[in-house]
């Protein structure tokens, strides 16, 4: 080991340095939420099963034609999921309130990527093949991506979706909120500009959230007083009003905090300018000079 | 100083090799068709379930039990205690090993494995695994400049290649002559760096689970989880050393080299106590011991991991009679790392749950024969190394 | 040669008949038409009041259902027709569902502020296009067609609810879309159509129509058949 006296203290003195810069560096976790970003606001009450939104969807994305049925009813039998071949899915609940025919009604659900303002899935993403864009959009790009799926394991949406059976260029697939088409002026998502009923509205965000409290204000009997989306992990870009309460409707319980901020305090508070190592470095090399000192016998250095 | 590593200029094709022989077969098999059909085609992971075995074992678990590696190089290099130096080649040869079969499970998990290098040019640096992924790489080149001095001391002036590659006997050479000049200047600084090194991807191997807070199971989801993976991962340092050289030493009749490894053991209490303390301390914070009696398969592999994995050993360890009893040793050590094995599983697999959809996870007969056939490779490699190169201490007589 | 002159006389008769003649069109559906192409300005404010007083506010005014000026209309606005096209156009009985419904208020739930102008305004004059980023909460006409229409459908279980029972579909045109030679025979059209109807093909397989077997003493040179069918003996089949 050829660790000598004067090596020893250029590193002590790097230690020194860098300790100096951890005050500055170990500040509180910012969101990095785009301030005004675009949203959709999904109005349950609304939303009559007809699955344009599907059609739309895979037109948009070029994704296979969604599953038909002899009768739409059929396809309601199975709670679906979003996959890699459909990037957004309808699926359906009973209230448990029945119609006039005593026919229990139906409430809709559509399922698609909620383009989190803090996604946990851009905070994971390895390469930043994820990042969230200015007008709201999570956006994949996919010459970045290594296949890791830590994206997926951090999504608390469990919705991107992966080609399991491509062996060499798989993708992770999720919806896109027709980044393209809303970066264009005036430019729609495929599934709000079909949904003829207008259960999707397209905004901003900001103007959608009002909107949803309004809603939920002037009709009070129709809505359960939560906007699911508001707050859950620090607020998404989709928001959803409902009839139902969201945990039955097969909505995941989230706390409000952002899934990164525990994750990236710590990472940031450790190792921005790599202080910690620095000092661990400086530190051990110390220990190191010192144990030499002691038992200044050579010894071989092949040791290692 | 008596300690000499020496070949060990045995039989290399023992019934034992052939055995790893037909696991590796198996595994390459599983590993082609995982090339030829995707990963859906030979595992059981979904969209719920995208992190599986070759994760949770083959990275997390082989992380965890390479740290015999940093541990033994930090105790005999950086503390100066001499007398362990016969174990450091071995835990070497472990983690660099298990490292470069860490690597060789990301490859087989990940999906696009060509695209591998792409971390070095894309940064994230709020992602976990952009750190951990950056000290794996980094360290693991520091193991093989490392090993260097081993290769060199066996062959530096005995190039010897057969045929008309005898041409590159002299390059060869050569190159050895420089590398181990050169690795024998900066080792100093490449131990500390694997020790850093470690300490930081150990730790953050913790901190990759901390992006799911609803996904993992409160009993293991805490702050403190890197600092609970980095305690492990010292307190399964040492056992694993043990583990390996008893195996080693008994498999190929050599010194027990007892003397070193009690007072090993004696540190492990130390450590061991310490990460015991950390987590039932968690636990009773946090409050979570009232998942405990739930019954379910999670809580009771919780209940698993620490009475047999952490509890139950530091428990024997304590005991100086244990401490010397070869046979006691060995319990111990191997009951560590199965515990630390299993709460590695645990965070990342047992403790997962997916928000929406059941999934009910068990590795298909694919992954687990990647893995297997991944583990076996390593044993293979292994028992290859140490049979021409001179890495474990050359026995003074025989003896069992 | 007076074979060649009636000829040519009657030919030409008969090409002159042809330029004069017009197809006949109904003259309300033209207008209607027209009607649907057309776009008003848009009306920003409306007068909020509850359903009550505006239904006295109608009556105060005796606005009824003789004031009904269009009976018909067809529902095919550029608005909509703009952002997407996949269904024909809806024909609206106006006069025929106010009298069913007997209540303005119903479909003409609001007023323009402005006092000037008439009391029932088309839908299409506050409902535009969808997502005006400056009346949020403003409908677009697509959706208020569909909220109003399916709605009153299903609450009065009466009138249709399914897509296709307003629309027509838009089917394309299969001018160019069929590629057949001048003189194909039946075997190549059937495979020209199930080139891209092969589903249909597949499901007529499944119907009575194919799977029927059984005598038929009445079909000419068959009579004597016990398992006249399409799918057996009948001419056809493919």
């Given at each position: 080991?050829?660790?000598?006296?004067?090596?020893?203290?250029?590193?002590?003195?790097?230690?020194?340095?860098?300790?100096?810069?951890?005050?500055?560096?170990?500040?509180?976790?910012?969101?990095?939420?785009?301030?005004?970003?675009?949203?959709?606001?999904?109005?349950?009450?609304?939303?009559?099963?007809?699955?344009?939104?599907?059609?739309?969807?895979?037109?948009?994305?070029?994704?296979?034609?969604?599953?038909?049925?002899?009768?739409?009813?059929?396809?309601?039998?199975?709670?679906?999921?979003?996959?890699?071949?459909?990037?957004?899915?309808?699926?359906?609940?009973?209230?448990?309130?029945?119609?006039?025919?005593?026919?229990?009604?139906?409430?809709?659900?559509?399922?698609?990527?909620?383009?989190?303002?803090?996604?946990?899935?851009?905070?994971?993403?390895?390469?930043?093949?994820?990042?969230?864009?200015?007008?709201?959009?999570?956006?994949?790009?996919?010459?970045?991506?290594?296949?890791?799926?830590?994206?997926?394991?951090?999504?608390?949406?469990?919705?991107?979706?992966?080609?399991?059976?491509?062996?060499?260029?798989?993708?992770?697939?999720?919806?896109?909120?027709?980044?393209?088409?809303?970066?264009?002026?005036?430019?729609?998502?495929?599934?709000?500009?079909?949904?003829?009923?207008?259960?999707?509205?397209?905004?901003?965000?900001?103007?959608?959230?009002?909107?949803?409290?309004?809603?939920?204000?002037?009709?009070?009997?129709?809505?359960?007083?939560?906007?699911?989306?508001?707050?859950?992990?620090?607020?998404?870009?989709?928001?959803?009003?409902?009839?139902?309460?969201?945990?039955?409707?097969?909505?995941?319980?989230?706390?409000?905090?952002?899934?990164?901020?525990?994750?990236?305090?710590?990472?940031?508070?450790?190792?921005?300018?790599?202080?910690?190592?620095?000092?661990?470095?400086?530190?051990?090399?110390?220990?190191?000079?010192?144990?030499?000192?002691?038992?200044?016998?050579?010894?071989?250095?092949?040791?290692? | 100083?008596?300690?000499?590593?020496?070949?060990?200029?045995?039989?290399?094709?023992?019934?034992?090799?052939?055995?790893?022989?037909?696991?590796?077969?198996?595994?390459?098999?599983?590993?082609?068709?995982?090339?030829?059909?995707?990963?859906?085609?030979?595992?059981?992971?979904?969209?719920?379930?995208?992190?599986?075995?070759?994760?949770?074992?083959?990275?997390?678990?082989?992380?965890?039990?390479?740290?015999?590696?940093?541990?033994?190089?930090?105790?005999?290099?950086?503390?100066?205690?001499?007398?362990?130096?016969?174990?450091?080649?071995?835990?070497?040869?472990?983690?660099?090993?298990?490292?470069?079969?860490?690597?060789?499970?990301?490859?087989?998990?990940?999906?696009?494995?060509?695209?591998?290098?792409?971390?070095?040019?894309?940064?994230?640096?709020?992602?976990?695994?952009?750190?951990?992924?950056?000290?794996?790489?980094?360290?693991?080149?520091?193991?093989?400049?490392?090993?260097?001095?081993?290769?060199?001391?066996?062959?530096?002036?005995?190039?010897?290649?057969?045929?008309?590659?005898?041409?590159?006997?002299?390059?060869?050479?050569?190159?050895?002559?420089?590398?181990?000049?050169?690795?024998?200047?900066?080792?100093?600084?490449?131990?500390?760096?694997?020790?850093?090194?470690?300490?930081?991807?150990?730790?953050?191997?913790?901190?990759?689970?901390?992006?799911?807070?609803?996904?993992?199971h409160?009993l293991w989801?805490?702050?403190?989880?890197?600092?609970?993976?980095?305690?492990?991962?010292?307190?399964?340092?040492?056992?694993?050393?043990?583990?390996?050289?008893?195996?080693?030493?008994?498999?190929?009749?050599?010194?027990?080299?007892?003397?070193?490894?009690?007072?090993?053991?004696?540190?492990?209490?130390?450590?061991?106590?310490?990460?015991?303390?950390?987590?039932?301390?968690?636990?009773?914070?946090?409050?979570t011991y009232?998942y405990l009696l739930d019954g379910t398969y999670q809580t009771n592999s919780f209940i698993i991991e620490m009475m047999f994995g952490?509890?139950?050993?530091?428990?024997?360890?304590?005991?100086?009679?244990?401490?010397?009893?070869?046979?006691?040793?060995?319990?111990?050590?191997?009951?560590?790392?199965?515990g630390?094995?299993l709460n590695?599983i645990n965070?990342?697999i047992v403790g997962?749950?997916?928000?929406?959809?059941?999934?009910?996870?068990?590795?298909?007969?694919?992954?687990?024969?990647?893995?297997?056939?991944?583990?076996?490779?390593?044993?293979?490699?292994?028992?290859?190394?140490?049979?021409?190169?001179?890495?474990?201490?050359?026995?003074?007589?025989?003896?069992? | 040669?007076?074979?060649?002159?009636?000829?040519?006389?009657?030919?030409?008769?008969?090409?002159?008949?042809?330029?004069?003649?017009?197809?006949?069109?109904?003259?309300?559906?033209?207008?209607?038409?027209?009607?649907?192409?057309?776009?008003?300005?848009?009306?920003?404010?409306?007068?909020?009041?509850?359903?009550?007083?505006?239904?006295?506010?109608?009556?105060?005014?005796?606005?009824?259902?003789?004031?009904?000026?269009?009976?018909?209309?067809?529902?095919?606005?550029?608005?909509?027709?703009?952002?997407?096209?996949?269904?024909?156009?809806?024909?609206?009985?106006?006069?025929?569902?106010?009298?069913?419904?007997?209540?303005?208020?119903?479909?003409?739930?609001?007023?323009?502020?402005?006092?000037?102008?008439?009391?029932?305004?088309?839908?299409?004059?506050?409902?535009?296009?969808?997502?005006?980023?400056?009346?949020?909460?403003?409908?677009?006409?697509?959706?208020?067609?569909?909220?109003?229409?399916?709605?009153?459908?299903?609450?009065?279980?009466?009138?249709?609810?399914?897509?296709?029972?307003?629309?027509?579909?838009?089917?394309?045109?299969?001018?160019?879309?069929?590629?057949?030679?001048?003189?194909?025979?039946?075997?190549?059209?059937?495979?020209?159509?199930?080139?891209?109807?092969?589903?249909?093909?597949?499901?007529?397989?499944?119907?009575?129509?194919?799977?029927?077997?059984?005598?038929?003493?009445?079909?000419?040179?068959?009579?004597?058949?016990?398992?006249?069918?399409?799918?057996?003996?009948?001419?056809?089949?493919?």
């Open positions: 080991m050829q660790l000598t006296r004067r090596n020893f203290f250029k590193f002590m003195g790097a230690t020194g340095a860098s300790v100096a810069v951890l005050p500055s560096s170990a500040q509180a976790w910012q969101s990095k939420a785009p301030p005004d970003p675009y949203g959709c606001l999904v109005d349950l009450t609304r939303c009559n099963g007809c699955r344009k939104c599907e059609d739309a969807c895979s037109t948009v994305n070029e994704l296979p034609p969604p599953i038909k049925d002899v009768c739409d009813c059929t396809v309601f039998e199975k709670k679906r999921r979003p996959d890699e071949n459909a990037f957004t899915v309808v699926n359906r609940y009973f209230s448990g309130k029945l119609d006039e025919l005593d026919k229990p009604l139906p409430v809709f659900v559509k399922i698609q990527c909620m383009h989190c303002q803090d996604p946990a899935c851009v905070s994971a993403c390895i390469v930043g093949a994820l990042t969230k864009k200015e007008n709201g959009a999570v956006h994949y790009d996919v010459s970045k991506c290594i296949g890791c799926r830590y994206c997926m394991v951090a999504c608390p949406f469990e919705i991107p979706a992966y080609e399991y059976h491509d062996p060499i260029t798989p993708r992770v697939r999720k919806c896109t909120f027709c980044f393209d088409r809303i970066s264009k002026d005036g430019g729609l998502p495929g599934c709000a500009t079909i949904c003829p009923v207008e259960a999707i509205t397209f905004g901003k965000r900001n103007t959608l959230l009002e909107l949803a409290k309004k809603r939920i204000k002037d009709n009070p009997g129709k809505y359960v007083d939560h906007v699911y989306g508001e707050k859950e992990v620090g607020g998404t870009s989709w928001l959803y009003v409902s009839s139902l309460p969201f945990s039955k409707l097969n909505f995941p319980q989230l706390p409000e905090k952002p899934s990164p901020k525990l994750s990236e305090t710590i990472q940031h508070s450790l190792f921005s300018y790599l202080w910690s190592p620095i000092l661990l470095f400086g530190l051990l090399g110390g220990i190191m000079y010192k144990s030499k000192k002691k038992n200044d016998n050579p010894q071989d250095k092949g040791g290692a | 100083m008596n300690h000499k590593a020496s070949p060990l200029n045995r039989k290399f094709w023992t019934p034992g090799v052939f055995v790893m022989l037909v696991f590796m077969i198996a595994g390459f098999v599983s590993i082609i068709a995982r090339f030829t059909g995707g990963i859906g085609y030979v595992s059981n992971l979904s969209t719920a379930r995208p992190w599986g075995l070759w994760v949770g074992v083959d990275v997390a678990t082989g992380v965890a039990l390479a740290a015999g590696g940093f541990t033994t190089a930090a105790l005999a290099h950086i503390f100066g205690c001499h007398s362990y130096e016969p174990i450091i080649r071995p835990a070497l040869l472990t983690a660099m090993l298990g490292y470069t079969f860490v690597v060789l499970g990301l490859m087989v998990d990940i999906g696009r494995s060509w695209a591998i290098w792409k971390p070095i040019f894309f940064w994230n640096t709020n992602s976990v695994l952009f750190e951990v992924a950056m000290c794996v790489m980094i360290y693991l080149h520091v193991l093989y400049f490392e090993f260097i001095p081993i290769v060199a001391e066996q062959f530096k002036n005995k190039v010897r290649l057969p045929g008309p590659l005898a041409l590159l006997n002299a390059p060869i050479d050569l190159f050895l002559k420089i590398a181990d000049a050169v690795a024998g200047k900066i080792m100093w600084i490449l131990i500390i760096l694997g020790v850093v090194l470690s300490c930081m991807h150990q730790s953050s191997l913790g901190s990759l689970m901390l992006v799911a807070p609803t996904k993992i409160p989801y805490t702050p403190i989880l890197p600092l609970l993976f980095l305690t492990s991962a010292f307190a399964v340092g040492y056992p694993m050393v043990v583990f390996e050289t008893t195996l080693v030493t008994s498999s190929f009749k050599l010194n027990s080299e007892m003397s070193i490894l009690t007072p090993l053991t004696r540190i492990t209490t130390f450590v061991l106590g310490l990460y015991m303390l950390l987590k039932l301390g968690d636990m009773f914070i946090r409050g009232v952490i509890i139950v050993p530091w428990l024997m360890l304590v005991s100086k009679k244990v401490r010397q009893s070869r046979k006691g040793v060995f319990i111990a050590a191997t009951m560590i790392v199965f630390v094995a590695r965070v990342f997962y749950t997916s928000p929406v959809s059941e999934s009910g996870y068990f590795p298909s007969v694919g992954e687990i024969f990647v893995t297997l056939g991944l583990i076996a490779t390593l044993m293979f490699v292994y028992r290859f190394v140490v049979t021409f190169l001179p890495v474990l201490q050359a026995p003074k007589e025989v003896s069992s | 040669m007076i074979k060649k002159i009636i000829f040519y006389s009657g030919f030409m008769i008969l090409v002159a008949a042809l330029s004069m003649a017009q197809v006949w069109k109904a003259p309300d559906q033209e207008k209607a038409k027209e009607r649907a192409k057309e776009r008003v300005k848009f009306i920003k404010d409306y007068k909020d009041e509850d359903n009550i007083l505006r239904k006295i506010a109608l009556i105060e005014k005796g606005i009824s259902l003789d004031d009904v000026k269009n009976n018909y209309f067809l529902l095919d606005s550029p608005i909509i027709k703009e952002r997407e096209d996949h269904y024909g156009p809806v024909r609206f009985a106006h006069k025929r569902h106010a009298a069913l419904i007997n209540d303005c208020t119903e479909c003409h739930h609001y007023r323009p502020k402005d006092e000037s102008m008439l009391e029932t305004t088309r839908c299409s004059a506050c409902h535009q296009d969808s997502f005006n980023a400056d009346h949020p909460e403003r409908i677009g006409l697509k959706a208020a067609f569909h909220q109003q229409c399916t709605e009153c459908h299903q609450e009065e279980q009466n009138g249709p609810v399914t897509c296709t029972g307003c629309h027509l579909k838009n089917v394309p045109d299969h001018k160019d879309l069929v590629k057949l030679a001048d003189n194909s025979d039946a075997f190549q059209v059937t495979a020209e159509c199930l080139r891209c109807h092969d589903q249909a093909g597949e499901d007529m397989l499944k119907t009575a129509h194919w799977n029927w077997r059984g005598p038929s003493p009445y079909t000419v040179k068959h009579r004597k058949d016990v398992q006249h069918g399409k799918g057996t003996t009948a001419l056809n089949n493919y």
